[in-house]
């Protein structure tokens, strides 16, 4: 019965977002709006995540099996993207590095600062 | 007439993918190389069956064709239907990570958005650089971001989730790959710094590489999946006004 008590939890939240996603007039999928209301649910307490748990940890365990069918769907779409193949692949590798330079360096560079602040106070 | 005996037979879809990803990750546990990606093998192989065997895409993805037109729902399209609640369950690991953000809000919010930031406008100026059109620029808008955020943003925002797919998963894959040496490269040390860089450029695929690096990597990439895509979900909704 917990398990089945988990789904329909999840059901729940899930159907919460997608009808979130049918009345707001903003581009969000209804995914989005199902992950923060779970958040929410979670933070305040109204749901406790023990409750919801064997079944999401089981669901995102096999997620990538879900991404099989829109990728392989691909080869149906082949008109759509073969002149870009190119511009997609250049996009995504070049970016790749210069995300991960920039949150990197960011990161890094915010921690120092508040190190020595902190570092200053300290010998005040 | 191997796709008349396929799209006669309820679960041919179903079944298929379930045997073809075991062994793409078999392929995987014997080769141990990030380009060798289960979700990739997977699909080249099953890609390369259909196209062989002369399958109808839609029979392995809707199932048994009915005699009235329709299909019977036994093929991948069932665990594509399982992504939504996927997502919404996303926010568990978030809400078991939420401590290390109470820990450092100032250096995980900020290097987030600034890898967010820099994700998006680097996307706009190349696809500016390439001539791209609008619908091919919202289609690699959400690229840096995990699988099931990405394609939903992709869909609302009228890009070709297909693709969008794709572009995630070598975003990934690559991120994997050079993430020892960008890290190198830009002299980033900070443990936390490091996952954060890992999980906002490459999520999941990137968060493997930064399980390597160590436990605090980890948990830092694990936490930038979800902070980056849910940023990104907004800030591409308006860079896609942008061009």
Known sequence: ?124 | MLNEMASGISFFGIFLTCVIYIIAIAIQKRFKSPILNPLLVACVIIIVLLLVTGIDYNVFLYGKLKADGSYDGTGAILFQNMLTPTTVCLAIPLYEKLNYLKKYPAAILGGICCGALACLVSILLLSILFGLDHTQYVTLLPKSITTAMGMGVSAELGGMPSVTVASIVITGIFGNVVAGGVLKLFRITEPVAQGLACGTAAHAIGTARAREFGDVQEAMSGLSIAVCGLITVVLASVFAMFY
């Not at chain 1, 996603?21 to 903003?26: A, T």
């Not at chain 1, 929410?40 to 099996?65: C, H, Q, R, S």
């Open chain 1, 1 to 124: 019965m917990k398990h089945v008590s988990e789904i329909a939890m999840i059901a729940a939240v899930s159907f919460a977002g997608e009808l979130l996603n049918y009345l707001l007039p903003l581009p969000v999928p209804g995914s989005i709006y199902g992950l923060v209301l779970m958040l929410v649910l979670l933070m305040t307490g109204i749901f406790k995540v023990e409750n919801v748990k064997t079944v999401g940890d089981w669901l995102i365990t096999f997620m990538p099996i879900m991404f099989v069918g829109p990728v392989v769907g691909l080869m149906n779409s082949y008109e759509s993207y073969k002149d870009i193949l190119i511009p997609i692949f250049v996009i995504s590798t070049l970016t790749t590095i210069i995300t991960m330079a920039a949150t990197g360096r960011a990161a890094q560079g915010i921690m120092r600062l508040q190190n020595r602040k902190e570092g200053k106070n300290h010998a005040e």
